[in-house]
């Protein structure tokens, strides 16, 4: 141990993003307790299954995981991103099947280890940047061959497929924009980056296109139900005439609406808690919105960890939140920009660009932003696969950090 630790360069550890890291981790340990504490669904569980409790064993964990990807330096810790990406390709097909990947709220993407559960999509975020910025770190002019491109756009798709057919819509959306940035960062051809990004609005245009306005009948693909309830609930579409139809009968009516006050309970509640914290917030394990339940049980700890931060701490705590964030992808930006290397530049901006979409995402969908898409907040929301692989790129952050050749 004591080898390991006199390797690391640490003069030159960001204290920053040290700083960041543990205020985001005691805001996370506080306000997962304050979630759970008189939470009926974890009432009986023993000390040790407790969300808190087993947060803070998961932070242990990301840590020491991210200490160890400190050791060595990241030019070397890419000479096995392929060989780590398709293992992380093989556990998300493994995943997929029956008897292998276990089931939760009708998706499968867990392995059940028993004591835990295991979220692969989770560490292959963490392989797909390592593994793009690997390839895109070849001679800028070998990036003008489309045929290069398109192989990095086949590493991209490989991974987002596979993640959207467990389904996990929210996780797999991450990769997309994330690869995009990585790759005009690398300095692919403008050219190129229009005609995708055009392809990419377009498609996005055509796939919204497609869910709402093509009857089912014709649809060889269907967008599982819930999901498309999610996009519905975003865009407001009346549930009434789209479900029950011109020639409805009120008792038809009444259910679809009905349904569509469910589907849109949990954002409702979200927004309430925000809107109600105020300036200072109603105090730590005071806000109503989660003590008495509105803000449902099962969804307060994790997907809406920031509704309870913003009821209990208000204005004041959110904006902290925010701004440990912040510091965070400064740190990060101010890295890749100092970085002489193509490899570190692009492996940073894929982290911080990993990094701001999930922020953005979760908060959006805190206040009605996007839509609902089960997306963590990193290193707050409750969850071990997410909160470890969110310490592990961020230990690939500082180990750029550490070891880049700075301009």
Known sequence: MNYLIQKIPWSRVDKGLLFALFGLMTFGLLFVYSATYNN?????????????????????VGLTVAFVLCVKDYNQIARWAYVFYWL???????????GIGSIRYGARRWFDLGFTQFQPSEMAKVAF???????????????????????GIGLCILPFGLILMEPDLGTSLMILPTGVVMMYVSGAPSAFMRKLIGGAIITTGLAIAY???IPNDWKPIRL???QKRR??????????????????????????????RQDSYNVVQAMISVGSGGLTGKGWKKGIQNTYGYLPRGVAHNDFIFSVIAEESGFFGSTIVILLYGTIIIVGIRTATRCRDRLGRILVTGVVTMLFFHVFVNIGMNIRMVPVTGLPLPLLSSGGSSVICSLAALGLLQNVKL???TI
Do not use: C, W
């Open 40 to 60: 009926e669904l974890f009432s009986s569980a023993t000390q040790i299954k407790q969300p808190y409790f087993k947060q803070g064993i998961f932070y242990l």
């Open 129 to 151: 940047i390592l593994a793009l910025a690997q390839f895109l770190s070849r001679p800028k002019g070998e990036l003008s061959d489309s045929k290069v491109l398109f192989k």
């Open 403 to 405: 070891y880049q050749k």
């Open 224 to 226: 599982p139900d819930h």
């Open 88 to 98: 992380n390709i093989i556990m998300l097909t493994l995943v997929l099947i029956p």
């Open 231 to 260: 996009l519905m609930v975003y865009f407001g579409v009346d549930y009434a005439k789209h479900y029950a139809g011109p020639h409805a009968t009120n008792a038809e009516i009444n259910r679809a609406r009905a349904l569509q």
């Open 211 to 213: 869910i709402f306005f």
